[in-house]
């Protein structure tokens, strides 16, 4: 069974940074687009980055502030957030699909996970 992890989140000031990690389970993440979900308070699940190994897209309000990386050797992707605001509470979620569709990954090929609550407060 294909499955994701996502861990990293946590409670946070703003302006503060933090770094999420989705390591995948029962496959190869470097063989897939991995995105990044977040679910904001009361709304539905909005895709904000997509990465291909050559390439990083982002929701254009992001842009500059999150960045995606991949380590293969490890498994994992990771999401590095900086001068986090508290409008970017939520639950994030990371994704592997077949493609980016603009900054949302599509045709998912793993179960959801649990996702990983961020939360910016002072």
Same mark, same amino acid.
């Given at each position: 069974?294909?499955?994701?992890?996502?861990?990293? &989140?946590?409670?946070? !000031?703003?302006? /503060?940074?933090? *770094?999420?990690?989705?390591?995948? =389970?029962?496959?190869?993440?470097?063989? %897939?687009?991995? &995105?990044?979900?977040? !679910?904001?308070? /009361?709304?539905? *699940?909005?895709?904000?980055?997509? =990465?291909?190994?050559?390439?990083?897209? %982002?929701?254009?309000?992001?842009?500059?502030?999150?960045?995606?990386?991949?380590?293969?050797?490890?498994?994992?992707?990771?999401?590095?957030?900086?001068?986090?605001?508290?409008?970017?509470?939520?639950?994030?979620?990371?994704?592997?699909?077949?493609?980016?569709?603009?900054?949302?990954?599509?045709?998912?090929?793993?179960?959801?996970?649990?996702?990983?609550?961020?939360?910016?407060?002072?």
């Amino acid at each position: 069974q294909l499955q994701v992890v996502e861990s990293g &989140g946590g409670l946070v !000031q703003p302006g /503060g940074s933090l *770094r999420l990690s989705c390591a995948a =389970s029962g496959f190869t993440l470097a063989n %897939y687009r991995i &995105g990044w979900f977040r !679910q904001l308070p /009361g709304k539905e *699940r909005e895709g904000i980055s997509c =990465s291909t190994s050559a390439d990083r897209f %982002y929701k254009p309000s992001l842009k500059g502030r999150f960045t995606i990386a991949r380590d293969n050797a490890k498994n994992t992707v990771y999401l590095q957030m900086n001068s986090l605001q508290p409008e970017d509470t939520a639950v994030y979620y990371c994704a592997a699909g077949r493609f980016c569709s603009g900054y949302t990954v599509t045709q998912l090929t793993a179960s959801w996970g649990q996702g990983t609550q961020v939360t910016v407060s002072s």
